[in-house]
């Protein structure tokens, strides 16, 4: 017996029959038409703003490739005055506040004008690409010049009355980039991409073919190579980062267009890694006295190496006959033997010859370079030049025999016999060019290890 509260009641009673509360379906079915109109006015929105971003770049597009054909049409007019040599026409194109360039354009006009009659120019004008920059504008032309098809960048500016051409603008040179391999980076701009690509696949093989099969060059830190479009640089290293290679642009004053990496410019660049590796390879960062032996053998080497990797024929030297007749690993197994005093022997203990007029060693290079030595000596009047003559000849040895200036050539260094029996060397020295040309014949007697002028 008990109280029975209301509550007992009710929650008994529930347990029996539970509540359960639905949503209204007409307000159900009123947010789901309001959902639905949301998505569809969302939709049409982002429809109707997509189409109109679209329009607007298709006209942008538009508007910059008209602009951008304007620029082809002046440059197209260029080349056709140039073709029919009316200045009128190209100087009209032709502006800036230099008068100096002014006048550099109108020597270029005039000089096509006097190439046209020797048949050594081809105004085809050929663009290779074109980038606007607001109203700024760049472009990569081909033409022959010299007879070699060159590929230039011109630049421009639009002004009310069209574009014109104007000084070279070279902080326009497009976007810089990096292309890393193993031993080489190419540091460039958009410019000189296919320039970057050439150089880093060549630099790359000179290396890797020189260090460890020819020169042993350690552990040789990663080299960078910078392209910089500079009307003033030189290929040199850099003098903050000593391997850092910095590298003229060659389209700042016209590349080869088949070629970019190609004539001075491959040759310097060529030196330059050759030089570098001859110093890891002899453990120096200053090169070897150029008046010594062992100056004379860093530099040969070093011109070897640069013949090679520049594709033409090495000179006659003792370093090719080296090469030639004992291997390429020869030179670095003599440059390790290499010093400061070295003398020429260091070449025949890598030949494993005793004799310095067996035959094996062609001489003729190093005998132009004592002439050319001599007469750069005497000129300066450094007293050292009377290192290089006998000691019965040392004092003649001031007297001025060549202007340095003179081109040189060896024709022939023929093995004698020196009076004292010794091994001598008679050469036939052509001095000079031309119709000024004239030939000497010189004598050399070995004495210690070199061979010393003795006539």
Known sequence: MGIRLDWESDSASAGKSAYVATEDPALKRKRAAARAKFLLVFTGTAIVFGVLALVVTWRLNE??????????????????????????????????????????????????????????VQLDGVIRSVEVDGTRGRVLVDWTRDGVAITQAWFYWRYDDGWRHV???????????????TLVTIAHRTVDAALAQTMGVRIESWISSTCGPILECGDLPHVT??????????????????????????????????????????????????????AVSLATTQPYDPATDAGYIANAVRQWLVARYA?????????ASLAAQRGTSALGHMLRALSPDSSLQVILDAMGTTGPNSGEIDWRDLIRYRIVL????????????SRLY????????????????????????????????????????????????????VYYYWRSGTWLRAS
């Open 225 to 278: 190579l910078e392209i910089r479009p500079d009307f003033y640089l030189t290929t040199q290293w850099d003098t903050q980062q000593p391997w850092r290679l910095l590298v003229p642009s060659p389209y700042v004053g016209g590349a080869s267009s088949t070629e970019p990496f190609s004539g001075v410019l491959l040759v310097n660049v060529a030196d330059a890694i050759a030089t570098r590796l001859v």
């Open 374 to 385: 001599e007469a750069t000596l005497v000129a300066r009047g450094d007293p050292n030049v």
């Open 63 to 120: 508007a910059n490739a008209y602009i951008e054909s304007l620029l082809r049409d002046t440059v197209e007019a260029e080349f056709a005055a140039l073709r029919i040599g009316d200045w009128n026409a190209f100087g009209s194109i032709q502006r800036s506040a230099s008068e100096e360039w002014l006048a550099e354009q109108r020597a270029l006009f005039d000089d096509v004008q006097i190439e046209k009659t020797k048949g050594t």
């Open 311 to 319: 594709g033409y024929e090495a000179a006659s030297s003792p370093i």
């Open 390 to 441: 006998i000691e019965e000849m040392r004092s003649r040895a001031t007297e001025q025999r060549i202007d340095p200036s003179q081109p040189v050539d060896v024709r022939l260094a023929q093995a004698v016999t020196a009076p004292d029996g010794s091994p001598a060397l008679i050469a036939s020295v052509i001095v000079g060019e031309g119709a000024d040309a004239r030939e000497e014949s």
């Open 167 to 181: 000084p070279s603008d070279l902080t326009f040179w497009g976007e810089p980039a990096e292309l890393r391999g």
